[in-house]
């Protein structure tokens, strides 16, 4: 093994449990390792695999992952403590006989392999470790006959940070009680919270920047309304009321251009990507920090490569399905300097990118499971002398707030998104944005893009957005489950570059220590905390 690895406190907890469950009380074959996005799930499973082949309990090891980067990451790691090379499989069609011991494919991939991972479970004593376990609902297209596949295996190990499906859906080998919550004996499962992954330095703390907006829409006719969060928009003129009900929802309208408001969000997310640039570490700072967007559409990521360049006056990298040699891309920002990256769905789980700090979140997905997965990319630890901060800047969508809130909180497994029954189906939680128009005419639905009905013939009904008015600002934060009004926030700012001065001028170390209990926009809500303990703390003096 690899003498550098030195393995960090909860991979050696959960090592000891696995290995007790597994072969010390053979009470089970299957283990569930539940930890926080970035905590190091993957250096765990290979150190496990290590000591099984080690102490001759396996012949092989057969790993599941989500994407290609991450095979590659398993295979790296892996090797890096056994010794042993991995044969990637990221696409379907390879022969059996061509093999290595060991394996690493694509949850895609390995759906058309199961009767030869049958095979192979059968022949060896074989360790299958799933990554991101929550893709293995049992009614997914592998799931269905996964448990035949892997059904003799000698032991089976799932690793997850987001352990339950948005769908609802159980996942193979785990059975979920009524309340979502997976019904594993306590012996079988580790969980690493993400309270406890900041507190132990894994990972970093992250601060979400609540961005709302008012959007006023002009029509034909010179009747006009405004769009704003939480508030259903109202449309003057009857003609145009179905088609303002369908594509004037705030959500839906942050995921379309309006430049004036995603450049606010840009310029907030550049402030503090500057701050993370220029600060000291000890001050919070990250030498080589960057910036993502996740983007909704390849169209908006396009959008984003040009507004980026406007404001930057460089442009970013962009990755999408339509980009050739997308993940050499991703390793470029990874190793590199650049400031920005914009995504759509090619940076999400298992996808390191220590450098990452800052994202603007506008995609699609309105699930509690891919926020969090996200959020993940950008709280990994750059190691003991890290204190910087990951920031996310989120449209005011009640979704988004509300995931905001729960991240910090302990809290093992994520219920579904409500599901509303009398939406259409397309419009239910996780799905997106329609990719249909309705004919104002006849009730057709034609493809977007088109500019005429296909049953009808009628033109789409237009109304003009005044841009100028699409404005947006910071709304304050949410902090370490706080709360912070944005008046707060910007006091706590203030206070936070006096504190870094101190630091310099008076008492080194000042800022790191207070840094780590409250970032920066929260500097305002400790001094005031301090200033009533002086108050309080005199009082009860004088009283004595």
Request: charged residues 25%.
């Amino acid at each position: 093994m690899d003498e550098t690895f030195i393995p960090r406190e909860w991979q050696r907890e959960c090592f000891a449990k696995a290995v007790k469950w597994l072969v010390t009380d053979a009470a089970d074959r299957h283990f569930l390792v539940n930890a926080t996005p970035a905590a190091g799930k993957t250096l765990m499973g290979a150190w496990l695999a290590e000591h099984f082949l080690r102490q001759n309990l396996i012949d092989r090891v057969i790993t599941i992952a989500p994407r290609k980067e991450v095979v590659r990451k398993w295979a790296a790691d892996f090797h890096r403590l056994t010794g042993r090379r991995m044969m990637k499989i990221t696409q379907s069609g390879r022969q059996v006989a061509a093999y290595q011991p060991d394996i690493c494919a694509t949850w895609g991939a390995i759906s058309d392999l199961l009767p030869e991972m049958q095979a192979i479970c059968e022949k060896f004593r074989t360790l299958v470790l799933c990554d991101e376990h929550h893709h293995a609902a049992i009614s997914a297209a592998w799931g269905i006959g996964a448990d035949n596949a892997f059904a003799n295996a000698t032991f089976v190990v799932a690793l997850t940070g987001t352990p339950v499906r948005s769908d609802g859906n159980g996942m193979q080998w785990f059975d979920l009680g009524d309340d979502g919550n997976i019904l594993v004996p306590e012996g079988g499962c580790y969980t690493l919270t993400y309270r406890r992954a900041i507190e132990a330095g894994y990972c970093r703390p992250m601060v979400f920047h609540r961005h709302p907006g008012e959007f006023e829409i002009s029509l034909p006719g010179g009747a006009s309304f405004v769009v704003r969060p939480k508030e259903r928009p109202v449309c003057p003129d009857p003609l145009f009321a179905k088609l303002v009900a369908q594509r004037c929802e705030f959500g839906r309208m942050v995921r379309s251009p309006l430049p004036a408001y995603h450049k606010s969000m840009l310029e907030w997310a550049n402030r503090k990507l500057d701050e993370l640039l220029v600060n000291p570490p000890e001050a919070g700072g990250l030498p080589n920090a960057g910036a993502m967007v996740a983007a909704p559409t390849i169209e908006m990521a396009e959008y984003f490569r040009e507004l980026i360049e406007k404001v930057e006056g460089e442009p970013p990298i962009v990755v999408h399905s339509r980009v050739p040699d997308a993940e050499q891309l991703i390793e470029a920002f990874r190793s590199g300097t650049k400031r920005w990256l914009v995504s759509v769905n090619m940076v999400s789980e298992g996808v390191d990118i220590p450098r990452l700090r800052v994202i603007i979140n506008l995609s699609q997905a309105e699930t509690e499971l891919y926020f969090r997965q996200l959020g993940g990319r950008a709280i990994r630890s750059a190691g003991s002398n890290d204190y910087s901060r990951a920031y996310m800047i989120i449209p005011e969508i009640d979704s988004f707030v509300q995931f905001a809130r729960n991240y910090e909180e302990e809290q093992g497994v994520i219920p579904p998104p409500p599901q509303n029954p009398d939406a259409p189906e397309r419009l239910r939680a996780g799905q997106g944005v329609a990719q249909n128009w309705t004919c104002d005419d006849c009730g057709a639905l034609n493809p977007n893009g088109t500019t005429v009905c296909h049953n009808c013939g009628a033109s789409p009904r237009q109304f003009t957005f005044s841009i100028d008015q699409a404005i947006g600002d910071r709304d304050g934060v949410i902090a370490r489950g706080i709360e912070l009004s944005e008046q707060e926030t910007r006091e706590g700012e203030s206070i936070a570059v006096d504190i870094a001065i101190f630091d310099r001028e008076q008492h080194p170390g000042a800022a790191a220590v207070l840094f780590n209990l409250m970032p920066p926009e929260g500097m305002a809500r400790i001094v005031g905390l301090f200033s009533e303990l002086d108050s309080w703390r005199k009082e009860k003096r004088a009283g004595c």
